[in-house]
């Protein structure tokens, strides 16, 4: 069960993860959407049965009448759920109707909020705390950086660690470079530097924009690619200007042809405050784009400082753009650590790894009961 609000990190990783969940033959896969888009029609093309509840129609007693008579009409052993409103939601609808197991994957952190929205996160996120503590029967950290905290504040037994993983086979760039460098004003000897995500503070895309500032001011004469959407996109693209670089920085806004972006770039920057193991990280590392990253959440466990990328600072403009330059002085480098970090996605962060043990930790709860 999932929100399915956006196309982000998390719902991107739900689509990998039921796809390949489907393939084993001792689980039958269903899936309960609270919005239709994208991840709805990805699932529903893999052959997984779909149900989509508007919520944008539908108070939250309504949401959780249809959840409890879809509850009623489906035997369902293990209800899996992915942010706060579905876990939320989810686990209130289901007690009532025989649902035995329930499982939660944390994605990342908590974001920061300011005003009225930090008091009405605060609230959904203390009630999602005593679900996960009163009803949910194993929560799942993406990284261990996230399962730390997790274990501290309810136990050893309830968290597991499961990393965020792609299909290494299905990311690949489709379109020719230099056709997709004509089609967005990029020279074919311009060095593209870029990054991808949501527009949010988290992602520290001004601590890009300053180290962007700084190359600029080393006389590099690269061009930046910002590609994503989101509240900030304003705010940056007025910075960009402040700082002189509105000749050099793209902001591209949401792509669909996001490995073609990627793959377009010379070298991967990720500036962000925190992190638990993100996506876009796996997809560049899988296309042997050589790397720049924070040292925050989970990054670090999957970058492996000056062996399948380059870890710095976060927040610290200044070591960001020291990272870059290190790759655009020495292509060498930056080939080598391209290549070690396509081997680190294959040989730890498959998408069959990670749906074997998400089933292992079905199987050990419909086997042997809540306690293990």
């Given amino acids: ?92 609808a289901s007690v009532c109707h025989d649902i035995p197991y329930r499982v939660r994957t944390v994605h990342g952190a908590s974001e920061p909020f300011e005003g009225l929205q930090a008091l009405k996160m605060n609230f959904y996120e203390m009630l999602d705390g005593v679900i996960n503590r009163w009803a949910v029967d194993r929560l799942l950290a993406v990284s261990f950086a996230l399962r730390d905290p997790l274990v501290a504040r309810f136990g050893i037994d309830k968290v597991t660690c499961i990393h965020n993983a792609i299909d290494v086979d299905q990311i690949r760039a489709t379109r020719d470079p230099a056709d997709l460098r004509k089609e967005l004003g990029l020279d074919q000897h311009d060095f593209i530097i870029g990054t991808m995500g949501r527009l949010v503070p988290v992602k520290g895309l001004d601590v890009f924009l300053r180290a962007a500032r700084i190359l600029k001011d080393h006389g590099k004469t690269a061009k930046f690619i910002i590609a994503g959407d989101g509240p900030l996109r304003g705010l940056l693209q007025a910075l960009s200007h402040q700082f002189g670089l509105e000749h050099e920085v793209l902001f591209l806004g949401h792509r669909n042809d996001s490995h073609d972006i990627l793959g377009l770039m010379d070298l991967f920057v990720l500036p962000s405050l925190n992190e638990g193991i993100p996506l876009v990280l796996l997809e560049a590392l899988a296309l042997s784009r050589p790397v720049v990253a924070t040292d925050v959440g989970g990054i670090p466990e999957v970058i492996e400082h000056g062996i399948s990328g380059l870890l710095v600072r976060a927040g610290k403009e200044a070591d960001l753009a020291r990272g870059c330059l290190a790759l655009i002085d020495d292509p060498v480098l930056a080939q080598r650590l391209g290549r070690a970090g396509r081997k680190r996605v294959e040989g730890a962060f498959s998408a069959e790894v990670m749906a074997e043990n998400v089933a292992n930790v079905y199987r050990t709860l419909v086997g042997t009961g809540k306690s293990s």
């Fill in 1 to 92: 069960m999932a929100m399915a609000d956006l196309w982000a990190g998390a719902e991107v990783q739900l689509a990998i993860l039921l796809r390949s969940l489907a393939r084993h033959e001792d689980l039958e896969v269903s899936a309960i959407l609270l919005n239709a888009g994208r991840l709805a029609h990805d699932l529903q093309g893999a052959g997984i049965r779909t149900n989509v509840i508007l919520e944008g129609e539908r108070n939250p007693l309504s949401i959780m009448k249809k959840l409890s008579d879809y509850f009623r009409r489906n035997k369902i052993e293990v209800l899996h759920t992915h942010k706060y409103k579905d876990n939320i939601l989810g686990a209130l």
